[in-house]
């Protein structure tokens, strides 16, 4: 007989279960996702630009074409842009949804797998440490493929975790393990840095190996110390023959070269301490003790953290190019053992603060009851405040979407100001340089050379007039070259920003390039707030006879 009345407890459960299982990750994503997005119409930098020329160009070609060139890095990251373009309009809105959604994901799978490895609550404080940190903001708002290979190579670590970790079939290993190889491809496709990644996570492994062998009861001490000694030699043999072969002469000489641009970071071995030490004051010097506390408790999760994030910060030290965005894949592990440590120790300060509670109220006599009790909590609120707001990551995060710029950092430029009166002008000309081709390209139509010696260098052995492949445009550094420009194009203009101008570290290398502009040109009156500088020079006369100008404009006419 049926009972309709009664409840089927199995039905009633599952949604329950259900909800309780995804409710929480499905929230992280949305929340994250609309976070991101609140950044989403910030202007564009210089590199993202090349993505979202690239994507246009894919839309009306087939092909990640920019100007008379072909952006081929990570191009299938660039046809994702496109693609998001063709589904929802041009704008570097949308240009950031591939950036934005692997971010809000790579939150919601953090939070989902330090629930199920370490725990609720350390699940919460790492997913909100990590996703609300300027690391993961700006990622997720960088048009560039950063993000991508972020969530794909915490995917591929997780997975190797749960192989060593867990207690599946071997037929559901061997597939994770292939899911894992090809994540670490599609990370390394988009970026070479996941190869340190990879470096760590074998450290990882092979300290799990010795910590095992050690482990193991049924193998006398001397054999376990022989093995550990002859395991030393043995890597040791193996550096000596890389160096002897000449493997590490060709490694160091990559792992040290680096463009202009960048070159001043070159020996700065304490770059990612100091910003990770700039936004996080006080939870960054207590990192060992936090990493001893989560050890503690969580072994094995730490232990895998820590052989990424630190085989990922020495090496990233001290290589010779540096960015923030280059250690990004490495992060989420920081805040791992970050949210760990601070989860074992929070019970610990619950019971201080209600101690404090308790001394702070007995230090007050004249507030009794529920006077007293407002005014000490409220005195410990505010401690704790400042403590949070002294961390300025979550301040930098929040300032970062809403557009203010702090100090070390510089505000972006502001090309659209400055359209208005570069564009008749533009048209007016027979020549433009610019040294921010990507910038010039997307607010301001088109120009015919760039200037800059760092994008020369970023060209192997390329000279004075050599092609850039991104844009098909030839490059120029030098005074001469500009001379020669002139006599043959007496009408022009030079474009450049406030930021590319002012950096000291180029100002050796380009002082006899900017006498001979500044002696032949005359600035353009743009906004201040724009940030860009012009410069249009109007000469009679010519210099070079009509043959050298032939060449000379013959050769700038040359396709790729």
Excluded at 42 to 68: C, K, M, N, S
Excluded at 173 to 193: E, M, N, R
Excluded at 274 to 299: D, E, N, Q
Aim: glycine residues 6%; hydrophobic residues 50%.
């Amino acid at each position: 007989m049926d009972h309709p009345s009664r409840p089927n407890r199995v039905t009633d459960q599952f949604p329950r279960k259900l909800i309780s299982a995804w409710g929480s990750p499905c929230l992280v994503f949305v929340a994250l996702a609309l976070i991101y997005g609140v950044g989403a119409s910030r202007p564009a930098t210089f590199d993202e630009l090349y993505h979202v020329l690239a994507a246009q160009g894919w839309l009306e070609h087939g092909e990640p074409v920019i100007a008379d060139g072909t952006y081929e890095r990570a191009r299938w990251f660039t046809w994702i842009v496109s693609q998001s373009f063709r589904l929802f309009g041009e704008s570097l809105t949308v240009a950031r949804i591939p950036t934005i959604l692997p971010m809000a994901l790579l939150g919601a799978l953090l939070f989902v797998w330090m629930r199920s490895i370490v725990g609720l609550s350390s699940a919460w404080i790492t997913t909100v440490l990590y996703s609300l940190s300027p690391f993961a903001v700006e990622i997720a708002v960088f048009i560039r493929f950063y993000g991508l290979q972020c969530l794909a190579f915490f995917i591929a670590a997780t997975l190797l975790y749960r192989v060593i970790h867990g207690s599946d079939r071997w037929g559901w290993i061997g597939v994770q393990l292939l899911l894992a190889v090809a994540a670490l491809g599609v990370a390394s496709y988009f970026q070479i840095t996941t190869l340190i990644g990879i470096l760590g996570l074998g450290f990882w492994f092979g300290a799990y190996i010795v910590i095992r062998w050690l482990n193991l009861g049924t193998i006398p001490h001397s054999w376990k110390i022989s093995s550990i000694i002859f395991l030393f030699f043995s890597i040791l043999t193996v550096l000596i023959f890389a160096f002897i072969s000449g493997l590490v002469s060709d490694f160091v000489t990559q792992y040290r070269i680096t463009p202009y641009f960048n070159q001043e970071r070159a020996n700065e071995f304490w770059f990612y301490h100091y910003w990770i030490g700039l936004y996080y004051p006080s939870l960054w010097p207590l990192f060992p003790v936090l990493t001893l506390v989560a050890f503690a408790k969580h072994p094995k999760t730490v232990l895998f953290a820590a052989a990424v994030f630190g085989t990922a910060l020495t090496i990233h030290s001290f290589a010779a190019s540096k960015s923030l965005r280059y250690m990004a894949y490495a992060m989420p592990f920081l805040f791992i053992i970050m949210g760990t440590g601070l989860a074992e120790i929070w019970l610990r300060l619950v019971m201080g603060l209600r101690s404090l509670d308790d001394g702070l109220r007995a230090q007050i006599p004249w507030a009794v009851g529920t006077s007293g009790k407002f005014l000490s909590r409220g005195l410990i609120a505010l401690t704790l405040l400042f403590l949070c707001l002294a961390n300025t990551g979550s301040v930098r995060s929040a300032l970062f979407i809403a557009g203010i710029t702090l100090p070390p950092e510089k505000p972006n430029e502001q090309w659209e100001q400055a359209a208005d009166i570069l564009v008749p002008e533009l048209q007016a000309v027979d020549l433009i340089i610019t040294a921010n081709e990507t910038e010039t390209l997307y607010y301001l139509g088109d120009f015919d050379l760039i200037w800059g010696a760092s994008r020369l260098s970023e060209l192997h052995g390329a000279q004075e007039f050599s092609f850039d492949p991104r844009t098909g445009r030839r490059i120029i550094s030098t005074a001469e070259s500009l001379e020669e420009l002139q006599a043959c194009y007496p009408n022009g203009i030079f474009i450049t920003s406030t930021r590319r101008w002012d950096d000291v570290h180029f100002a050796e290398t380009e002082i006899p390039f900017r006498e001979a502009l500044l002696a032949t040109s005359e600035p353009i009156d743009l906004p201040p707030d724009s940030r860009i500088m012009a410069y249009s020079w109007t000469l009679s006369g010519t210099s070079t006879g009509f043959e050298d100008c032939q060449r000379m404009k013959t050769l700038l006419s040359e396709p790729l």
